[in-house]
């Protein structure tokens, strides 16, 4: 069983700046070739994808983040990070680390950090 803890969350004012970080941790895994990735969930909306990093690939960003947000990974100690700038009230919701292993289709989740942008 992988576990994914968070961290960085907060309250932040429009246009300021947030990191999140996600550790992952468990018996035998390998973090190396699992595809990671953030995820955000807003009230009255479903979970949907930030910004994702395949094993070896490039990153991936939605629309709405690119230029703003930066995903990147540390193979090495098995973490995931999510760096945040030019921060919009729109950003605002619970951010969600996950890991996927494609071969499986197995993922795992944090439990989640709440960003908070003000206006």
């Known amino acids: 069983q992988v576990q994914l803890v968070e961290s960085g969350g907060g309250l932040v004012q429009a246009g300021g700046s947030l990191r999140l970080s996600c550790a992952a941790s468990?018996?035998?895994?390998?973090?190396?070739?699992?595809?990671v990735g953030w995820y955000r969930q807003q009230p009255g909306k479903q979970r949907e994808l930030v910004a994702a990093?395949?094993?070896?690939?490039?990153?991936n960003y939605v629309d709405f983040v690119k230029g703003r947000f930066t995903i990147s990974r540390d193979n090495a100690k098995n973490t995931v990070a999510l760096q945040m700038n030019s921060l919009k009230p729109e950003d605002t919701g619970v951010y969600y680390c996950n890991l996927y292993y494609t071969s499986s289709r197995r993922d795992y989740w944090g439990q989640g950090t709440q960003v908070t942008v003000s206006s």
């Open positions: 468990g018996p035998a895994f390998l973090f190396s070739i699992a595809t």
């Open positions: 990093i395949a094993s070896g690939g490039a990153p």
